[in-house]
């Protein structure tokens, strides 16, 4: 779908946008974000891409002609990578990527692109993340587009951040939900958004120094936004 020019509803009444979060607190910042705005619905992915694909899937599964949905966002806090995303800014997504769907060989990583199965990088609706971005460069917070990784284990140490930025050229933010929440949309031939507020630096695991309430309000600012932008 081209939002370009045209709005998000392709029925009659409001569109309708299911937003995935992978926990409570996420969910409620969204929630504030969005201020009782009408078509919205946010629902909990649960934590990692298998959880989160399971449950957006068996929610898009249960809608219905009367109640389908136009767009799926994956939204929540996410880590930067150093010199592209900082803490308390945002990230929206160019490309989603399983950044660790595949296998090690002595010759480096093999994507499922690399191995014949499928690919491991799914689009993000490019109009609708431009038009968010814009709307976010109006406030104060900074933002940025680019690939966002999703990943079943948090980066821990500076060599695998490190490698996923060799590895992934222009990888902005690392976060575990997004591509489950894309693969369902995608299977469903609904657009998908992807949305992280920057909690922490990508790299050596300080967990203690996690800025959760900078990303969880810079979270809230930009769904204020998203009724504007998706109408
Ligand atoms: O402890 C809290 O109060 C709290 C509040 C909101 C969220 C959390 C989480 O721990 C969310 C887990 C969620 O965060 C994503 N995330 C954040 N940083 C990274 C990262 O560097 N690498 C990968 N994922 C990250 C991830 O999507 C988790 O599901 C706690």
Redesign the pocket.
């Known amino acids: 779908m081209n939002y370009e020019n045209e709005s998000l509803s392709s029925t009659s009444c409001s569109p309708r946008i299911l937003i995935m979060t992978?926990?409570e607190?996420?969910r409620e910042a969204v929630l504030r974000g969005l201020n009782g705005a009408d078509g919205f619905e946010v629902q909990l992915a649960g934590?990692g891409p298998i959880a989160s694909a399971i449950n957006t899937t068996a929610i898009l599964a249960s809608s219905t002609n009367t109640v389908a949905y136009d767009l799926v966002i994956s939204a929540?806090?996410?880590?930067g990578f150093h010199g592209i995303a900082d803490i308390g800014s945002i990230v929206i997504a160019t490309d989603i990527i399983a950044a660790d769907l595949g296998a090690e060989s002595p010759d480096g990583f093999l994507s499922l692109d690399k191995l014949g199965f499928g690919s491991s990088q799914l689009k993000a609706d490019a109009p609708l993340s431009e038009r968010l971005k814009q709307a976010v460069a109006g406030t104060n917070i900074p933002v940025c587009t680019g690939p966002i990784l999703t990943?079943s284990t948090?980066?821990g140490t500076a060599e695998t951040a490190e490698s996923l930025s060799h590895r992934i050229p222009g990888a902005a933010a690392?976060?575990?939900?997004g591509y489950g929440v894309a693969l369902a949309a995608h299977l469903h031939q609904l657009p998908v958004l992807e949305i992280r507020a920057i909690?922490?630096p990508?790299g050596p695991r300080q967990r203690e120094l996690w800025k959760?309430n900078d990303a969880?309000s810079a979270l809230e600012q930009v769904c204020s936004l998203l009724p504007e932008v998706v109408q």
Do not use: F, Q, R
Request: net charge negative.
């Open positions: 992978a926990v607190a996420e934590v929540g806090i996410g880590g990943l948090v980066t690392e976060a575990m939900e909690s922490n990508v959760i969880l």
